[in-house]
Nanobody, 129 residues
Framework: QLQLVESGGDLVQPGGSLRLTCAAS????????IGWFRQAPGKERERVSC????????TYSDSVKGRFTVSRDNAKNTVYLRMNSLKPEDSAVYYC??????????????????????WGQGTQVTVSS
């Protein structure tokens, strides 16, 4: 079965750090871009970051830029999201998703895919003192 499984979510104090892991099974991530999303209760799902299949293209939302870092290790079939300087408003369920669409760029900057083929079940991140 084609699956993505997130892990690494935890309770952390404001200003703390976490690293989320997105592990693929049943398929190779070599051919997929990966997006990170989050959703808090009562709020719409929002995109946090995305990374192209080769890591050449990386994009962050303004809310996490400078604090979060996405990376991937295709040999391990794994994608990571390092989160630093966490704020209470970062609290949410975090999801990773894989997209097989071709990459696109706008004025030299990577544009995240609009369509994702495979979604994980999410991992809870809670930022609170």
């Amino acid at each position: 079965q084609l699956q993505l499984v997130e892990s690494g979510g935890d309770l952390v104090q404001p200003g703390g750090s976490l690293r989320l892991t997105c592990a693929a099974s049943g398929f190779s991530l070599d051919d997929y871009a990966i997006g990170w999303f989050r959703q808090a209760p009562g709020k719409e799902r929002e995109r946090v970051s995305c990374i192209s299949s080769t890591s050449i293209g990386i994009t962050y939302s303004d809310s996490v830029k400078g604090r979060f870092t996405v990376s991937r290790d295709n040999a391990k079939n794994t994608v990571y999201l390092r989160m630093n300087s966490l704020k209470p408003e970062d609290s949410a369920v975090y999801y990773c998703a894989a997209s097989s669409t071709l990459p696109s760029y706008d004025r030299g900057e990577y544009v995240c895919p609009d369509r994702y083929d495979i979604w994980g079940q999410g991992t809870q991140v809670t930022v609170s003192s």
